[in-house]
C-alpha cells in the first residue's frame, strides 16, 4: 500500500474537452511528478512538482498543466483534449527534492479515454 | 538523450524456470536504475534499484547487478512463479526525480 490515490478511475472525454485528474500524495512527500501512459508503453515523464513550484517538465505541450497543493494533493489539467491524449495518467510521490536515489510511489492512475 | 531499451515481450516461462529480462541503458553521466513491476490491474511498484556502479538490487527473489561497462541493468530470478506474471519496466534516473522508462516487457509464468 502505497498510500498514493488517484481519481477518477476511469473517465471518457471528447476531443476538444478539458479534464482535471486528481492525486492525492502521501503525506510528508513534497514532490509529485506526473506520468503518461500510452497502451503497450512505458510511462513518459510530463512534469513534476516541488513544494508548489513545477520543477521540471517532459516534452509535453502547454496544454498539459498542474497544480500542487499544500495538502500534498495535486491536479493535472488538459486543455483542448485530442485522441492521442488517450492513455493512463500516473501520480508518482516521494519525499525527496530531486535526488535520483529518491524512490518515488505510484498511484493506480487515471484511465482517460478521449472520443 | 537518455533512455533505456529492454527485450520485447511477451516472454513465457515454466513455474520454476529462471528468468532473465535484458535491459540496458544510455546516459551521460551515473543514473540510478531501476526495475518497476505492474501487476495486472494495479499500479507501478518499485522492485528493487541500484544507485552506482557495481551494486545489487534485489527483492522477493528477483535481482540486477549495475553494470557500468556493459551499461547494463538485467533482471534476473532463479525460479519464478505463476504470481510473478505482471509487466517489468527497467527505468533510470539522472540529477533529478524524472524517471525514464523501458516500453516494458509482459512476462507470462504457466503453471
Known amino acids: 500500500e502505497t498510500g498514493v490515490t488517484q481519481s477518477p478511475t476511469h473517465l471518457i472525454k471528447t476531443r476538444g474537452q478539458q479534464v482535471t485528474l486528481r492525486c492525492s500524495s502521501q503525506?510528508?512527500?513534497?514532490?509529485v511528478s506526473w506520468y503518461q501512459q500510452a497502451l503497450g508503453q512505458g510511462p513518459q515523464f510530463i512534469f513534476q512538482?516541488?513544494?508548489?513550484?513545477?520543477?521540471g517538465r517532459g516534452n509535453f505541450p502547454p496544454r498539459f498543466s498542474g497544480l500542487q497543493f499544500p495538502n500534498y494533493s495535486s491536479e493535472l489539467n488538459v486543455n483542448a483534449l485530442e485522441l492521442d491524449d488517450s492513455a493512463l495518467y500516473l501520480c508518482?510521490?516521494?519525499?525527496?527534492?530531486?535526488?535520483?536515489?529518491?524512490?518515488?510511489?505510484f498511484g493506480p492512475g487515471t484511465r482517460l479515454t478521449v472520443l | 538523450g537518455n533512455s533505456v531499451t529492454q527485450m520485447e515481450g511477451p516472454v513465457t516461462l515454466s513455474e520454476e524456470a529462471f528468468l532473465t529480462i535484458n535491459c540496458t541503458y544510455t546516459?551521460?553521466?551515473?543514473?540510478?536504475l531501476f526495475w518497476y513491476v505492474q501487476y495486472p490491474g494495479e499500479g507501478l511498484q518499485l522492485l528493487l534499484k541500484?544507485?552506482?556502479?557495481?551494486d545489487k538490487g534485489s527483492n522477493k527473489g528477483f535481482e540486477a547487478t549495475y553494470r557500468k561497462e556493459t551499461t547494463s541493468f538485467h533482471l534476473e530470478k532463479g525460479s519464478v512463479q505463476v504470481s510473478d506474471s505482471a509487466v517489468y519496466f527497467c527505468?533510470?534516473?539522472?540529477?533529478?526525480?524524472?524517471?525514464?522508462f523501458g516500453k516494458g516487457t509482459r512476462l507470462h509464468i504457466l503453471p
Open positions: 508518482a510521490s516521494s519525499d525527496g527534492s530531486g535526488r535520483s536515489t529518491d524512490t518515488q510511489y
Open positions: 541500484a544507485t552506482k556502479a557495481d
Open positions: 527505468a533510470l534516473s539522472e540529477g533529478d526525480d524524472k524517471i525514464i
Open positions: 546516459a551521460t553521466g551515473y543514473p540510478s
Open positions: 503525506s510528508g512527500h513534497n514532490t
Open positions: 512538482y516541488y513544494r508548489e513550484e513545477e520543477n
